[in-house]
T-cell receptor, first 116, second 113 residues
Framework: GAVVSQHPSRVICKSGTSVKIECRSL??????MFWYRQFPKQSLMLMAT?????????EQGVEKDKFLINHASLTLSTLTVTSAHPEDSSFYIC????????????FGPGTRLTVL | DAKTTQPTSMDCAEGRAANLPCNHS???????VYWYRQIHSQGPQYIIH???NNETNEMASLIITEDRKSSTLILPHATLRDTAVYYC??????????????FGQGTELSVKP
């Protein structure tokens, strides 16, 4: 099946710093990628839809200036958490759908962010 | 996208069939039913999806009622590795139409020896 990777798998940073998370589709091209956030004991919450070559579409309540998304190629999307604070500590997960109309979304393994 | 309702948790004996129900009474004609599962601290895994016909693959079977207001995911022979949170999601269109998946709270399935 299609594989999506994320890097890093785990990151610890100091409050006020910025953290970049990469999402790659390893064996397929993805016009669209999605970013989710998951707090402990809660479900996944969609943050934004990332479209290759255009601006991301953010869900209501998600600050676009804080969570910067770049989708520069058909296999890579990045999420940058700017000026991170402890309340940004969470599990960040990306997903991608193969270009050309495939029905499934494939998810990455997630990135655990801890802000001290 | 239509809302889904699932039981919070279920238990199943190892080797037995696990039947996970989902209600989606407000589903529209162009919305598909998708099932994903998430094992602790991992990304969700796609299981199966369907529009109105029953579907089967190597992982599971999906039974959709004739009025499409509910469905059941069946794991025919549950193993301990099937312990996970199972999410039933309805989504517009196949392919990338609409695209986004909105996750509810899911059903926490515990498979016991």
């Amino acid at each position: 099946g299609a594989v999506v990777s994320q890097h890093p798998s785990r990151v610890i940073c100091k409050s006020g710093t910025s953290v970049k998370i990469e999402c790659r589709s390893l064996d397929f091209q993805a016009t669209t990628m999605f970013w989710y956030r998951q707090f402990p004991k809660q479900s996944l919450m969609l943050m934004a839809t990332s479209n290759e070559g255009s601006k991301a579409t953010y869900e209501q309540g998600v600050e676009k200036d804080k969570f910067l998304i770049n989708h520069a190629s058909l296999t890579l999307s990045t999420l940058t958490v700017t000026s991170a604070h402890p309340e940004d500590s969470s599990f960040y997960i990306c997903s991608a759908s193969p270009s050309g109309g495939a029905d499934e979304q494939f998810f990455g393994p997630g990135t655990r962010l801890t802000v001290l | 996208d239509a809302k889904t309702t699932q039981p919070t948790s279920m238990d199943c004996a190892e080797g037995r069939a696990a039947n996970l129900p989902c209600n989606h009474s407000t589903i529209s004609g162009n919305e598909y039913v998708y099932w994903y599962r998430q094992i602790h601290s991992q990304g969700p895994q796609y299981i199966i999806h369907g529009l109105k016909n029953n579907e089967t693959n190597e992982m599971a079977s999906l039974i959709i009622t004739e009025d499409r207001k509910s469905s059941t995911l069946i794991l025919p022979h549950a193993t301990l590795r099937d312990t996970a949170v199972y999410y039933c999601i309805v989504r517009v269109g196949g392919g990338n139409q609409g695209g986004k998946l909105i996750f509810g709270q899911g059903t926490e399935l515990s498979v016991k020896p």
